[in-house]
């Protein structure tokens, strides 16, 4: 196994993309392992693609797609600028808020942070918004994408961890929106020292904010009918992600109206591209994971945190400190892909809820979008902004401390993740 991890070290170093790097690493291991047949890296790749719960992957990332063609972004962007125009730096807190309501359409980071920034980035840039600042504000409230359903991340960790989706998505719910009243604080405070100007002078009239509520009313609920058709045992979560397409062609072909041919097309192909990688991903990834559980890393681990006999809270802000390291060299998702058979374990093993462990490390993984040298989400606003990755580090620092307090909030007291979950579904 050492040797495959300096193999796996080596290729990153010389820059080869992070799939290959673990599906060369993991085979390398199967050849050097006695008692292992060459044949099972391939056995390994299709059953693991195969796994009945990640089919709502797919599905989610057509659904979102699907959203975003149908005129769901305009409606939404337009909702939030009702709402929040009138406050302490008017478009960065329609930037929060559009982020925290297309957080259940998207499900990933990089997706919405890259709308967002398409979006809202010319406009906040005409008002005097720096776009070092923009960048920023649209690549950290990208994470909220990561906490509301439907979370690519949260389904991730809970099909391979064996945990609740539902119950996940339910305890995203909690620290998402706790996050975006972070965000929108940390935003008024930034605007008034730095003058940036409100949207409008007043708050909107309650018959124009109707207005708009209703014509964003059928994506709005979007989060809130994937969690009751859970609750209710209406669907199984691979079941939601295809009823999700299902919503999201009748919103665009029939609601809205805005769907047409070409529309499904450049979604599909999105879908195709998104998808194609996730599963490549998967697939190289089940190597690395079988590894582990040979060589039993799992129990290792498990048993090396309870021979530490420290609190609770102390191990795992420190598995969360190693991952936030960890992100800085590896994407978010190959992460959560490699980490959770180790950590599901070894988390059960000390008693950790591991809905509220999974909801904390999954933006904990996040993180790693946001910071150099790997930094997917950051690369991307930096070159639709056309600003310096320094210029972004320089303006971006006040939203990281935002988050990390969140993060260390929601661990110190756990009801801020388990309270909903609980409550729908009943502990």
Not at 31 to 37: A, E, H
Not at 382 to 388: L, P, Q, V, Y
Not at 398 to 421: D, E, K, S
């Amino acid at each position: 196994m050492i040797v495959s991890l300096l193999i796996f070290l080596g290729l990153l170093l010389l820059g080869m993309p992070v799939v290959f790097a673990i599906g060369i690493a993991g085979f390398v291991f199967f050849l050097l392992t006695p008692g292992l047949q060459p044949v099972m890296p391939v056995q390994l790749a299709l059953s693991e693609t195969q796994n009945f719960a990640l089919l709502a992957i797919p599905t989610f990332i057509l659904a979102g797609n699907l959203m975003n063609e149908a005129g769901v972004t305009r409606r939404l962007v337009q909702f939030a600028t009702l709402l929040t125009g009138h406050l302490a730096g008017g478009l960065g807190q329609v930037s929060v808020l559009a982020s925290t309501l297309m957080g259940g359409v998207s499900g990933s980071a990089i997706a919405d942070a890259s709308m967002q920034a398409r979006v809202l980035g010319p406009e906040m840039q005409k008002r005097g918004y720096t776009p070092g600042f923009i960048a920023a504000l649209q690549g950290f409230t990208g994470l909220l994408a990561v906490m509301i359903p439907p979370s690519i991340a949260l389904i991730l960790y809970g099909s391979i961890g064996q945990v609740s989706i539902g119950r996940l998505f339910a305890g995203g719910i909690g620290i998402g929106l706790l996050l975006a009243l972070v965000f929108m604080l940390v935003v008024a405070f930034l605007a008034k020292k730095r003058q940036y100007p409100r949207e409008r002078a007043s708050r909107a009239p309650t018959r124009e904010i109707a207005s708009a509520f209703l014509a964003s009313f059928w994506a709005l609920i979007f989060p809130l009918i994937l969690l009751l058709t859970l609750r209710g045992g209406v669907f199984v979560p691979s079941e939601v992600g295809a009823a999700a397409c299902v919503y999201a062609l009748i919103l665009g072909s029939v609601v809205y109206r805005e769907l047409g041919k070409a529309g499904l097309v450049r979604a599909l192909k999105q879908s195709v591209a998104d998808i194609g990688m996730v599963s490549f991903l998967i697939a190289c990834s089940a190597l690395i994971g079988y590894a582990m559980k040979w060589e039993m890393w799992p129990q290792k681990l498990g048993q090396f945190l309870v021979g530490l006999q420290l609190e609770t809270t102390l191990v795992v802000l420190a598995v969360l400190l190693a991952l936030l390291v960890l992100g800085t060299v590896l994407d978010s998702t190959v992460m959560i892909i490699l980490t959770t058979p180790i950590l599901v374990p070894a988390m059960k093993a000390l008693g950790v809820d591991l809905v509220h462990f999974g909801v904390l490390m999954a933006l904990t993984c996040a993180i790693g979008l946001l910071t150099p040298p790997v930094g997917l989400s950051m690369y991307a606003v930096c070159s639709i902004m056309r600003c310096s990755v320094a210029e972004y580090l320089r303006e971006g620092w006040p939203l990281l401390v935002a988050v990390l307090a969140t993060i260390l909030a929601a661990l110190l007291f756990p009801p801020l993740v388990t309270t909903l979950p609980n409550l729908l579904f009943h502990r």
